[in-house]
């Protein structure tokens, strides 16, 4: 309880302390857990690879883009358009595609984020392809505008918070508990009259709507998008930092997105061996922390939880 | 529809679909072998291509010595691969997620690796019979392209002679189809995983010499052939080893045909789109012989 007081007020007097750059990555650290919450849910207690994230982060970046800039609608709209859309997108993409499992689906789902790519930068009347979406407004709450790191960076993480308060109930709840049983016995699951797929479904659902939702406050940060943003580079990292941060365990994402956006800051400074020392720790990461970070920290701190 | 445009883009959609082939015969032979779909198989022919044109521009080799230098040097890659990392993964009983993650891990430290000593640079080898075109009634081909297709189809006849009529190729399928069983009769299993893995790597690396004239050697280039391999392995049957070869060139004409109707940037849009379609409707591919494990 002390750790975590300690670790509130850290967390508050951050902005205060640290220099623009340094908030500006911790930023991109909310951003990424939020999107990559939606991954570590479906690897965790669904047992699904999912390598699609990106196209959602992207359909919330262009929907907020779209509506404020070309529309002229309130950023609230935007938020909910890309929302819905992702819903609509991952219930009619995902029934079929969520038959297959393994790597089989793994690989579905990368066939998924190259198409999205691909479609972000042909529609260009709708994405502004290569050149992108500038100009998108900044958010105001309360009349305060969200112009800088450090007043985004508050926005960023509270709204982490409440998803991971959300995520948290949700996993205590009958849902949460049919999820697991789908994860380590699924054929005990559907016996006991589980409806696996449409489960599988409706998580495949909500993941989308969480990366949608941190594409959104992504495009109203940096206020300017393309679809160079939303490759599939970047549903990579979204999947590596579910599986770096511990996929079953409700802080993993955070500290996995803290290690994706906070480490090739630290090595950008060794110049361009910086990404291969990053794969490098990746690949040992994947070999040696089955539990992720999430699992080192719980040993380091003498305590082991069940998922 | 203009009669040569049309041979002209099936004998394009013909050589990509001999690169997917290659690809994909490498990541089937791994499949076969260790149940592993291997995401750096792509990145066996980016270490073939650099290789040999290391081995050509720098060191001043002859030609087919360079070309043999990078298939051994991605043959070599896959035994340290297996040896290293998969090993000790398969002892603590990892899922198949977790090698998918490895093997893309591993794909990222080498393109990183790549980055870092070679730059962004993009390279091209010397062809064989160099930049020489053939004529086919009106269309054009490289006269690298045509070996490219035949060095393919032996390739693929020489796997299917290993794993039917040698010994080693037997007891290489017999330890992934039975690991007990093939234990019990006296085969070192994982010796035959290594082996594997050693086969896999130098089709790869193979892959990545033939292709290195036809499109650049680029440090970014192994997802992209990986994928595009692996939906060629998939659409032809990973169980078979004609599968590859089948899957690649259908993919290669129908993603040729594809850009005479549409923008040429559809064009990955067509295979991704064929790829799904194929993996939920035809799971064990057009060939489809044999059961295809997890899914």
């Given at each position: 309880?002390?750790?975590?007081?300690?670790?509130?007020?850290?967390?508050?007097?951050?902005?205060?302390?640290?220099?623009?750059?340094?908030?500006d990555?911790?930023v991109f650290?909310a951003l990424y857990?939020i999107a990559?919450?939606?991954?570590?849910?479906?690897?965790?207690?669904?047992?699904?690879?999912?390598?699609?994230?990106s196209v959602f982060y992207g359909v919330g970046a262009y929907s907020a883009a779209y509506c404020t800039t070309q529309l002229g609608w309130a950023a609230p709209a935007g938020f909910l358009a890309g929302m819905?859309i992702s819903?609509?997108?991952?219930?009619?993409?995902?029934?079929?595609?969520?038959?297959?499992?393994?790597?089989?689906?793994?690989?579905?789902?990368?066939?998924?984020?190259?198409?999205?790519?691909?479609?972000f930068?042909?529609?260009?009347?709708l994405t502004g392809?290569?050149l992108g979406i500038g100009g998108i407004p900044h958010l105001e709450?309360?009349?305060?505008?969200l112009n800088?790191p450090?007043?985004f960076?508050?926005l960023a993480?509270?709204v982490?918070?409440?998803?991971?308060?959300?995520?948290?109930?949700?996993?205590?709840?009958?849902?949460?508990?049919?999820?697991?049983?789908?994860?380590?016995?699924?054929?005990?699951?559907?016996?006991?009259?589980?409806?696996?797929?449409?489960?599988?479904?409706?998580?495949?659902?909500?993941?989308?709507?969480l990366g949608s939702l941190a594409g959104s406050l992504f495009a109203h940060y940096v206020s300017f998008v393309s679809a160079d943003s939303f490759?599939?580079?970047r549903?990579?990292?979204?999947?590596?930092?579910?599986?770096?941060?511990?996929?079953?365990?409700?802080?993993?994402?955070?500290?996995?997105?803290?290690?994706?956006?906070?480490?090739?800051?630290?090595?950008?400074?060794?110049?361009?061996?910086?990404?291969?020392?990053?794969?490098?720790?990746?690949?040992?990461?994947?070999?040696?922390?089955?539990?992720?970070?999430?699992?080192?920290?719980?040993?380091?701190?003498?305590?082991?939880?069940?998922? | 529809?203009?009669?040569?445009?049309?041979?002209?883009?099936?004998?394009?959609?013909?050589?990509?679909?001999?690169?997917?082939?290659?690809?994909?015969?490498?990541?089937?032979?791994?499949?076969?072998?260790?149940?592993?779909?291997?995401?750096?198989?792509?990145?066996?022919?980016?270490?073939?291509?650099?290789?040999?044109?290391?081995?050509?521009?720098?060191?001043?080799?002859?030609?087919?010595?360079?070309?043999?230098?990078?298939?051994?040097?991605?043959?070599?890659?896959?035994?340290?691969?297996?040896?290293?990392?998969?090993?000790?993964?398969?002892?603590?009983?990892?899922?198949?997620?977790?090698?998918?993650?490895?093997?893309?891990?591993?794909?990222?430290?080498?393109?990183?690796?790549?980055?870092?000593?070679?730059?962004?640079?993009?390279?091209?080898?010397?062809?064989?019979?160099?930049?020489?075109?053939?004529?086919?009634?009106?269309?054009?081909?490289?006269?690298?392209?045509?070996?490219?297709?035949?060095?393919?189809?032996?390739?693929?006849?020489?796997?299917?002679?290993?794993?039917?009529?040698?010994?080693?190729?037997?007891?290489?399928?017999?330890?992934?189809?039975?690991?007990?069983?093939?234990?019990?009769?006296?085969?070192?299993?994982?010796?035959?995983?290594?082996?594997?893995?050693?086969?896999?790597?130098?089709?790869?690396?193979?892959?990545?010499?033939?292709?290195?004239?036809?499109?650049?050697?680029?440090?970014?280039?192994?997802?992209?052939?990986?994928?595009?391999?692996?939906?060629?392995?998939?659409?032809?049957?990973?169980?078979?080893?004609?599968?590859?070869?089948?899957?690649?060139?259908?993919?290669?004409?129908?993603?040729?045909?594809?850009?005479?109707?549409?923008?040429?940037?559809?064009?990955?849009?067509?295979?991704?789109?064929?790829?799904?379609?194929?993996?939920?409707?035809?799971?064990?591919?057009?060939?489809?012989?044999?059961?295809?494990?997890?899914?």
């Amino acid at each position: 309880m002390a750790l975590g007081a300690v670790a509130f007020i850290v967390w508050l007097a951050v902005p205060a302390i640290a220099s623009r750059s340094i908030v500006d990555v911790l930023v991109f650290t909310a951003l990424y857990a939020i999107a990559g919450l939606g991954v570590s849910f479906l690897l965790g207690h669904c047992g699904i690879v999912t390598l699609a994230q990106s196209v959602f982060y992207g359909v919330g970046a262009y929907s907020a883009a779209y509506c404020t800039t070309q529309l002229g609608w309130a950023a609230p709209a935007g938020f909910l358009a890309g929302m819905g859309i992702s819903a609509i997108l991952a219930a009619v993409v995902g029934w079929p595609v969520l038959r297959l499992s393994g790597y089989f689906l793994a690989l579905a789902t990368l066939a998924l984020g190259i198409i999205g790519h691909v479609l972000f930068l042909e529609w260009d009347w709708l994405t502004g392809g290569t050149l992108g979406i500038g100009g998108i407004p900044h958010l105001e709450l309360f009349g305060l505008m969200l112009n800088t790191p450090q007043r985004f960076y508050y926005l960023a993480w509270l709204v982490l918070a409440i998803v991971l308060w959300l995520h948290a109930n949700l996993l205590n709840s009958r849902t949460g508990v049919a999820m697991r049983a789908l994860r380590d016995a699924p054929t005990a699951a559907a016996a006991l009259g589980v409806d696996n797929h449409a489960l599988k479904a409706k998580v495949f659902v909500l993941s989308a709507v969480l990366g949608s939702l941190a594409g959104s406050l992504f495009a109203h940060y940096v206020s300017f998008v393309s679809a160079d943003s939303f490759g599939v580079d970047r549903a990579i990292s979204f999947l590596l930092l579910a599986v770096l941060g511990g996929a079953r365990t409700i802080i993993g994402p955070v500290l996995g997105a803290l290690f994706v956006t906070v480490m090739p800051h630290a090595l950008s400074t060794l110049g361009d061996i910086h990404a291969l020392l990053f794969a490098a720790g990746l690949v040992v990461a994947v070999i040696f922390l089955p539990d992720g970070l999430a699992g080192l920290l719980q040993r380091a701190l003498g305590r082991r939880e069940q998922a | 529809m203009d009669l040569t445009l049309l041979l002209q883009s099936a004998l394009a959609g013909l050589t990509n679909g001999f690169v997917y082939a290659l690809i994909g015969l490498g990541l089937s032979v791994i499949f076969r072998g260790t149940r592993i779909i291997n995401a750096m198989q792509g990145e066996f022919a980016l270490i073939g291509g650099m290789a040999s044109y290391v081995l050509l521009e720098s060191l001043g080799v002859a030609l087919p010595v360079a070309a043999l230098g990078g298939a051994v040097l991605g043959g070599i890659t896959g035994v340290l691969v297996e040896a290293v990392l998969v090993r000790p993964m398969r002892r603590r009983g990892a899922s198949e997620e977790s090698y998918l993650l490895l093997t893309l891990g591993v794909a990222f430290a080498i393109s990183a690796a790549v980055l870092y000593f070679f730059g962004r640079d993009a390279r091209l080898l010397p062809g064989i019979g160099g930049e020489a075109s053939a004529l086919f009634f009106d269309a054009a081909i490289r006269v690298h392209a045509i070996w490219l297709i035949v060095i393919a189809s032996a390739v693929m006849a020489l796997l299917w002679l290993f794993y039917h009529r040698t010994v080693v190729g037997l007891s290489m399928m017999a330890a992934s189809v039975d690991e007990q069983g093939a234990t019990t009769v006296g085969i070192n299993v994982p010796l035959m995983r290594t082996l594997t893995f050693l086969l896999g790597g130098l089709v790869g690396g193979l892959a990545g010499v033939l292709v290195s004239p036809l499109i650049t050697i680029h440090y970014e280039m192994g997802l992209l052939l990986t994928l595009k391999g692996f939906a060629a392995a998939i659409l032809g049957g990973l169980a078979n080893p004609f599968g590859a070869v089948v899957g690649g060139v259908t993919l290669g004409l129908v993603e040729s045909g594809a850009v005479l109707y549409f923008a040429s940037g559809y064009k990955d849009v067509v295979s991704m789109v064929i790829l799904i379609v194929i993996m939920i409707v035809m799971p064990n591919g057009m060939l489809g012989r044999g059961a295809r494990k997890g899914g």
